[in-house]
């Protein structure tokens, strides 16, 4: 026994279940104190009960902090290994619903596009006008599918059109060419079909739909990346890339409209990256833009020829007034 402690027998108990009740091993007290009258602990306990107080429970065995603190561990990890499970199912039905995500975000692009155009044309003029943008952008989505290449859906943004996402348009400037040049092809020809219906059955709104077509078609030639006019003269003569970029910049200034701010920006730091990579003068750069004369000439056709074809249909299909509405804005 040490300085200082203490050990004092148990005293007994009378009664027919009586047994000795331990007490504790040591109690330390001052040297100058005197220990207080210890009581007996009555052999008769609460069931459940500790007979040696709550300050000497086995921490192993006895509910005490620790044994809390492991119960809320493990609460907590049974929460996380739940989570993680619930996690699972939902990531297994996203993938299982994988494939019509294209298809709802092309339609829910759409339908906020025709709801923000609505506010300036009304529904049946707003709707029109989304579906020949559809019909355009699909050109694309065909053409990248013919090159062998992977196409997202057309996504939609209210005010500044369409558009489809690809890795690549293609090995060469030429394919790029196609790839350009086949949205205007089909979106001509899609306002060609809604002038058609317009004068058959004489609808003056049909026939400013269409106005509008042709008009989305032309402006997507301007020779400038990344237009479809721009994808062109990568085929064709690349240095038209800056001839069509001060197009823009001085059409920005006669008309300061803040969405063709956009389109330069986007212009110009596209035709800065896309010149400076080929003023590398790589052998994948060389390659890329070699394209023999003979498919310059097919792809400098179609582009003349698209822009004469939907200058005549703007012609055709213009539509100032009509039934006191004015289309003199469009």
Aim: a positive charge; aromatic letters at 8%.
């Amino acid at each position: 026994m040490d300085s200082g402690d203490l050990s004092l027998p148990a005293p007994s108990v009378s009664g027919p279940s009586a047994v000795p009740a331990p007490m504790p091993l040591a109690q330390s007290y001052p040297s100058q104190a005197r220990p207080a009258a210890i009581q007996p602990t009555p052999s008769h306990l609460p069931a459940g009960e500790n007979p040696f107080g709550a300050q000497h429970e086995d921490r192993g065995n006895g509910p005490g902090p620790v044994r809390s603190l492991r119960r809320r561990i493990g609460g907590i990890f049974a929460g996380l290994v739940a989570l993680i499970a619930k996690f699972g199912v939902a990531l297994k039905a996203l993938l299982v619903a994988l494939p019509n995500v294209k298809l709802l975000t092309t339609a829910g692009t759409a339908l906020i596009s025709v709801a923000a155009y609505s506010l300036f044309w009304g529904w049946t003029f707003a709707a029109g006008f989304v579906v020949l943008m559809f019909v355009h952008e699909m050109g694309h989505v065909i053409q990248l599918r013919r090159e062998g290449l992977k196409a997202s859906a057309p996504m939609f943004v209210p005010f500044l059109g369409a558009v489809v996402v690809a890795k690549s348009l293609g090995d060469n400037a030429l394919a790029e060419a196609r790839v350009g040049l086949a949205g205007p092809i089909l979106g001509t020809a899609g306002a060609a079909v809604c002038l058609a219906i317009g004068e058959e059955t004489n609808s003056d709104m049909l026939r400013a739909l269409a106005y509008v077509g042709f008009f989305l078609n032309l402006i997507n030639l301007v020779p400038v990346v990344p237009f479809d006019g721009g994808r062109a003269m990568a085929a064709m003569a690349p240095w038209m890339w800056f001839l069509g970029l001060g197009a823009m910049v001085a059409l920005l200034l006669i008309t300061r409209n803040p969405f063709l701010l956009i389109f330069v920006l986007l212009g110009g730091m596209e035709t800065w990256r896309r010149w400076k990579l080929r003023g590398t003068r790589s052998l994948e750069q060389a390659a890329y833009y070699r394209v023999s004369p003979p498919h310059r000439l097919i792809v400098g056709a179609v582009y003349i020829g698209l822009i004469i074809a939907l200058a005549i249909g703007m012609h055709e299909s213009q539509i100032l007034t009509s039934a006191g509405h004015s289309f003199r804005s469009i």
